[in-house]
């Protein structure tokens, strides 16, 4: 049974950081390109940032600059380091594991992020 489990969302002041952390299981890690996506209420879910097998990295231009994304394939996890955080990142992110080889495609459940003072 595949499973990805986000972690590390909670309420931050602008300006402020938080790691998110999304640890899988069921899959073998090494071969999924890995991403986080977010959705605000009542918008659509957005791209973030994206980390393929390679270790090459796609930011939204809304985070570039700000946020970073990496992987642990020994610990079978992707991270997002976000800083500098403003009001408008307030959103439930995604943790998304695709294939890179197939047409396979896994979600996590999500983890609320709220920027407020």
């Known amino acids: 049974q595949v499973q990805l489990v986000e972690s590390g969302g909670g309420l931050v002041q602008p300006g402020g950081s938080l790691r998110l952390s999304c640890t899988a299981s069921?899959?073998?890690?090494?071969?999924?390109?890995m991403g986080w996506y977010r959705q605000a209420p009542g918008n659509e879910r957005e791209l973030v940032a994206t980390i393929m097998i390679s270790g090459s990295t796609n930011y939204a231009d809304s985070v570039k600059g700000r946020f970073t994304i990496s992987r642990d394939n020994a610990k079978q996890a992707v991270y997002l380091q976000m800083n500098g955080l403003k009001p408008e990142d307030t959103a439930v992110y995604y943790c998304?594991?695709?294939?890179?080889?197939?047409?396979?495609?896994?979600w996590g459940k999500g983890t609320l992020v709220t920027v407020s003072s």
């Open positions: 069921g899959i073998t890690f090494s071969i999924y390109d």
């Open positions: 998304n594991a695709r294939a890179h080889y197939a047409i396979v495609n896994y």
